[in-house]
């Protein structure tokens, strides 16, 4: 298995099934999903286990206990065991390519260590798009400038954080990043 997409969720059965579908669409199928379930008291573990048990690609956990978010990306993010590993979020979706193209192009760069897309941002009341980030951009690197560093946050967008990442990488800037900075609000846009 070459791909680990950890789903961390609390009570999000309103668009989870949504979610799990375009993962199940992928044109690429050497992955695995684990959802992690924060004790939802809605439908969630419902629409896990009909995942898990009609796909073998499909884990559900479903946790005792309620471990807060940031503990429960920590726990899916710790429980993967494959060379790639991305987040998905309850409400999110992609291309049906998205696995595809994000593994090819950390292939093609062996010292890229994160795939992203362009990020479409929706109302979900009128399906306007109000907001697209695409990229590349010109990532300023190896600098102390503060100029440089705000102009990288400013062109970076947090979303991010759920593109394809090498799982040994993430899980060292993982460490690192919630050492530093405890608190769970923002660390997808420090990632």
Known sequence: ????????????????????????????????????????TDNTPDIAAEFASRDR??????????????QNFIDVLEAADTPYFLWRAHDDASDKNFLEVCLANLEAAPKAKLSVGCVVSERLSDSKIVKTRTIPFALREHSNHLADLEYNLTNMHQAWFYGLWRHDHLKDLFRRVTKAYPHHWASDVLM
Do not use: W, Y
């Open 1 to 40: 298995m070459k791909i680990t997409v950890g789903v961390p969720v609390f009570n999000g059965g309103e668009m989870l099934h949504d979610a799990l579908r375009c993962l199940a669409e992928q044109s690429f199928a050497d992955f695995q999903v684990l959802i992690f379930d924060n004790t939802s």
């Open 57 to 70: 690609r499909f884990k559900h956990v479903r946790h005792s206990q309620n471990r807060g978010p940031g």
